[in-house]
């Protein structure tokens, strides 16, 4: 099935402790991309990769760290997490050619730090 | 990137027709108009894309007027669980990936 896999689903952490949040899609996509969703501020991205060693910063990059070290992979790294980052985030993923955001959305994390 | 407006709420009853009209004043050439569905705790899911005149697939319909200064989705006869927050996006078409941004959306609540 082709899809896009969220690693884990729910997470609970502590301020400054390093995590990663993983996103892996099986459908040879070039194009991957993080959002994180507020209550009242719809999906903001965080940051986008056209292929394999090209990332961008989405509108809300600070203090968020990504690498796209292969096609499928497009991990989320918080390396000092604060509450502030507390939030629902998505993974998206899409074939360039195929029109512009024909995305296919990753079930979700939601990430609670205190 | 095109600024998007949308309602940010709307209500409708079961088996009625819902618009949902998005306003694109800054649209480019080379822009898509893009819908996206989300309901609550999942990622949003794709609806339908255009770029002018008319688009149907088996979910809804997509209008553009001849200006492209906005858009509008149209659900036909719906359920209780076309309960969704609906994205109105506008970018650029193929190859133009950049910055995405989706915005608050339109929430829709269908009453029985």
């Known amino acids: 099935e082709a899809q896009v896999t969220q690693n884990p689903r729910y997470l609970i952490t502590v301020t400054g402790k390093k995590l990663t949040v993983t996103c892996s899609q099986n459908?040879?996509?070039?194009?991957m991309s993080w959002y994180r969703q507020d209550p009242g501020l719809g999906l903001r991205q965080i940051y986008y990769s056209m292929n394999v060693e090209v990332t961008d910063k989405g509108d809300v990059p600070e203090g968020y760290k990504v690498s796209r070290k292969e096609k499928r992979n497009f991990p989320l790294i918080l390396e000092s997490p604060s509450p502030n980052q507390t939030s629902l985030y998505f993974c998206?993923?899409?074939?360039?050619?195929?029109?512009?955001?024909?995305?296919?959305f990753g079930s979700g994390t939601r990430l609670t730090v205190v | 990137l095109a600024k998007t407006t949308q309602p940010i709420s709307m209500d409708s009853y079961e088996g009625q027709e819902v618009n949902i009209t998005c306003s694109h004043n800054?649209?480019?050439?080379?822009?898509?108009i893009t819908w996206y569905q989300q309901f609550p705790s999942q990622g949003p899911r794709f609806i339908i894309q255009?770029?002018?005149t008319k688009v149907t697939n088996e979910v809804a319909s997509l209008f553009i007027p001849a200006d492209r200064k906005s858009s509008t989705l149209s659900l036909p006869r719906v359920s209780l669980s076309d309960t969704a927050v609906y994205y109105c996006?506008?970018?650029?078409?193929?190859?133009?990936?950049?910055?995405?941004?989706f915005g608050t959306g339109t929430k829709l609540q269908v009453i029985p």
């Open positions: 255009g770029y002018k």
């Open positions: 996006l506008v970018g650029e078409g193929s190859g133009g990936y950049q910055k995405v941004t």
């Open positions: 998206a993923s899409t074939q360039t050619d195929r029109g512009p955001y024909g995305y296919t």
């Open positions: 459908m040879n996509h070039e194009y």
């Open positions: 800054n649209i480019a050439t080379n822009d898509y």
